[in-house]
Structure formats: structure tokens, C-alpha cells
């Protein structure tokens, strides 16, 4: 069965980086696009970009271009979101979501990831 | 950006209730590009409605949506416990700026 399976939960001090962790299983993994969507604490869902799984190319959420990077490793059927610069305001449950198609709802989510950004 | 406007913001009713929540968009959504998720504290969103009013496989039926352009509905026809839930309007045809409203809360009344 399709599962994401996210790394834990982390804390950095305003203006570090965070890289979370997405291990995907039960489906093709080069096949598919990964989203990742965050909510603050008590907010909504905000979408923050998405990966080509095959080709590694990403699109980025206009607000966070220029300090997010969303990679993949094929050989372990993974992806990564790198958020650098990290503020107060980043404090957040991270999730990865899985389609199929570029254009799709997300049919499958991880666990989610907790990054506390102290200062 | 599509913005997407959810309301009410907080629903209050008992258990065998009809609920009608609405998501309005700032512009027409592509193709019905819309779907409905049910969020409950501590878990990931679950999709509920996809292109506005097919239900997601082991979704069940008292669940249901409509509309078109920019006005959509989710509509629960009565409402079970496990029901009570925030509940997320998104937009994915806009490819490189997905959105999500702001959520409606079901609470218990």
C-alpha cells in the first residue's frame, strides 16, 4: 500500500536551515510528483511546491522562491525540502502529499513534520 | 493566485444534521479543478471530493459536492461524530500556485 513516511520532528534557531524527509513506498516512485503543504499552529494549508519525481525539476510557492529547495533520490525513494533563512513565522507541521499527475488532488499524505524555530 | 474564501468559518450543529459549507474563489477554477478535505487534530488532511463532486474511493455517499466556476458547496447530509472535523477547499488546476481556503470548522453543537 502507498506510504509516506516522514523524519522527525525538529528545532532550529531563526535564520537556520531545516531539511525534512519523505520516504515513499508501495508505488512507482519515479512515476509520481511530490507536493509539500504546511500548516502553522491552529492555521490552514498552505502549499509550498511540488517535485517531478523522474526528471527532479520543482516548482516553488511564489513566497517561498528563493529560499526552498525540493530534491529526490531515486535510489532510496526519497524527497527532500530544504527551507533556509528560517524565521518565527516558519514554525509548522511540514507534510508531503503524492500524485500521480501534475494536476490532481492529493490522494495520499505523510505523517508530518514538526520544525520549531526558535530565536 | 486563485484565493479561496470559506465560510462560515465555524459551524455548530448536532449529530443527524445537514452541513453546507462554502468555498468561494477570487476566479473561475479550471475544469472544476476543486476538491474537499477533512482534517481532524493531530492527522494529515484526507481527501473527501475531487473536480467538485466525485467522491474519493471509501468516501461515504452522505458526502457530496457541487458548483462550478467559482461557487462550491460540500454538503454532509447528516452529520455522524466522526464528521466533526475542519474542512479545507483547494484548487489544483492553477498548476504552479496551488491554494487552499481557509478552512470551516464542524463543531458539535
Redesign the interface.
Known sequence: QVQLVQSGAEVRKSGASVKVSCKASGFTFTGNFFHWVRQAPGQGLEWMGRINANSGGANYAQQFQGRITMTRDTSINTVYMELRRLRSDDTAIYYCATTVVVVSPFDYWGQGTLVTVSS | ?IVLTQSPGTLSLSPGERATLSCRASQSVSSN?L?W?QQKPGQ????LI?GASSR?TGIPDRFSGSGSGTDFTLTISRLEPEDFAVY?C?Q??S?????????TKVEIK
Open positions: 493566485e479543478y476538491a478535505y494529515a488532511p484526507r481527501l475531487h474519493a479545507y483547494q489544483y488546476g498548476s504552479l500556485a496551488l491554494t487552499f481556503g481557509g478552512g
